[in-house]
């Protein structure tokens, strides 16, 4: 699974129905992550999945220092050359990302990318983020998919989105040429990963975190789902437990997933 989409991430597509819907797209997302940051001087930040993160120069202005990681390699490439001169930016590579201290960030934003990894593959990311985080730090998952999101639900803040933000008809055509993609394609092979609240907040306790959803999600979808995770200073083994049965969706079809 990660292959299929890491390899669908690094090449060209279209998941924007055009520039104004990408630029549209990452001013959000940045407001977002700002709204989340703590107030406080000094802030690291890592931003674990970031794609090309357009405004992430205004992020790194409330930071200390913004760290800046994506698995695709040509988004990498990207970010690098677009941010070469932006101060308080570092676009990590995998050594970057793992080679960072134990409790060197204060806040990870990872927004729009746990679909799109293995579910197996989760609880050791989980731990990596644990791992990384100062005590006092915070996790924030954005746009987690609830096994019962809807494609129609997907489909309506789509057009919404275009619809508000002048880009309507490029939306609807983008519709219809998703039909037809790779995206389209590889989702109803592959699948994309999705999580009930009970379960995730089982695999975010089990990692060592308490957690927390938000009220509202990153982005342009409501209906999918953004936590917020915070270090539990308990022993994470204590903590750990065992999921409970009927909350766990291999996600092998795209059926009513946006
Ligand atoms: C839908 S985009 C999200 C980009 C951005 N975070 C946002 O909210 O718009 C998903 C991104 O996750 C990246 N990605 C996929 N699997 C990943 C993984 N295992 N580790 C880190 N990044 C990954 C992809 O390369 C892609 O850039």
């Not at 990872?110 to 006092?136: E, N, T």
């Amino acid at each position: 699974m990660r292959d299929s989409w890491l390899r669908f991430w690094d090449r060209p597509h279209a998941i924007y129905a055009n520039d104004r819907h990408r630029q549209v797209h990452y001013v959000r997302i940045a407001d977002d992550i700002l709204s989340v940051l703590p107030a406080h001087a000094g802030l690291r930040v890592l931003d674990f999945g970031c794609g090309d993160a357009r405004e992430a120069a205004r992020v790194a202005a409330w930071t200390e220092r913004l760290f800046l990681y994506d698995a695709a390699p040509s988004v990498r490439t990207r970010l690098i050359e677009t941010f070469r001169d932006t101060p308080k930016l570092t676009v990590l590579d995998d050594e970057g990302l793992s080679g960072m201290p134990d409790g060197s960030v204060d806040v990870i934003t990872v927004s729009s990318v746990i679909q799109y990894i293995d579910r197996v593959d989760l609880p050791a990311i989980l731990l990596v983020f644990r791992r990384l985080l100062a005590d006092d730090g915070m996790l924030v998952i954005a746009d987690v998919i609830p096994p019962e999101a809807g494609l129609i639900a997907d489909v309506r803040a789509l057009l919404s989105t275009g619809a508000r933000h002048g880009f309507l008809l490029a939306a609807i055509g983008s519709l219809g040429a998703m039909l037809f993609s790779d995206y389209r394609r590889i989702r109803r092979q592959i699948g994309l990963s999705t999580y009930g609240d009970h379960e995730f907040g089982e695999l975010l306790s089990t990692a060592g975190f308490a957690v927390d959803r938000l009220d509202r999600n990153f982005g342009f979808n409501p209906r999918r789902r953004t936590y917020v995770a915070r270090p539990r200073l308990t022993s994470i083994t204590a903590a750990a437990q065992v999921p409970e049965q009927g909350d766990h969706h291999s996600a092998a079809t795209d059926q009513g997933r946006p």
